[in-house]
């Protein structure tokens, strides 16, 4: 890999994981909302004896919403569960090699069929106008399903950024 070419990974790289720090941290504020319903219901149910018929529907949506969408974050930091018994003692180039395989194998493949599925999900939901028939409520669902895809399509490319540094380290012997 010349250092031209390199140059241009490293970019790659460096915007996919702004992208994912960006939407991470917009996302991170859904909390203020979702604690805010969760509190208004308490209160409205337990000192005024008036339960809403929106708070769980509400908080259920933003949560599924911050889950979802804060996926790529978390794997920019890190954050998701990895079995480390073996592989925190290998070398980089090692770790890195090891990555290229699960990522092929384990990683892209579901994320690009769940991609397709997701989003034929959302269309049939858009196109029908489709709400949640279970709440007395009964608010709009497509936004929230919507959020399916997006999700998908950030932690695919969070993936690509993660992929890029294993073969960086692959082939180097750090990480990038």
């Known amino acids: 890999m010349n250092a031209q070419s390199a140059g241009g990974v490293a970019a790659v790289i460096r915007a996919l994981d702004g992208l994912s720090e960006w939407t991470g941290r917009i996302v991170s504020w859904l909390i203020i909302p979702m604690v805010a319903s969760l509190v208004y219901e308490v209160t409205a149910r337990y000192i005024f004896d008036a339960p ?6 509400m908080t ?3 949560y599924g919403t911050f889950f979802m969408v804060g996926a790529a974050y978390t794997l920019k930091h890190k954050g998701h569960i990895r079995t480390d018994s073996f592989y925190g003692g290998w070398s980089p180039r090692t770790q890195g090699w090891v990555d290229i395989a699960c990522y092929l194998i384990f990683f892209f493949p579901p994320l690009i069929a769940f991609q397709v599925v997701t989003w034929d999900y959302f269309v049939r939901s858009w196109q029908q106008s489709e709400r949640i028939m279970t709440s007395p409520w009964m608010p709009i669902v497509y936004p929230f399903k919507g959020m399916m895809p997006l ?8 993936g690509v950024s993660e992929f890029l540094k294993s073969v ?4 180097k012997g750090e990480w990038a």
């Open 52 to 57: 809403t018929v929106w708070a769980y529907d």
């Open 60 to 62: 259920f949506m933003l």
């Open 151 to 158: 999700a998908t399509l950030l932690l695919l490319l969070q």
């Open 168 to 171: 960086h380290a692959a082939l």
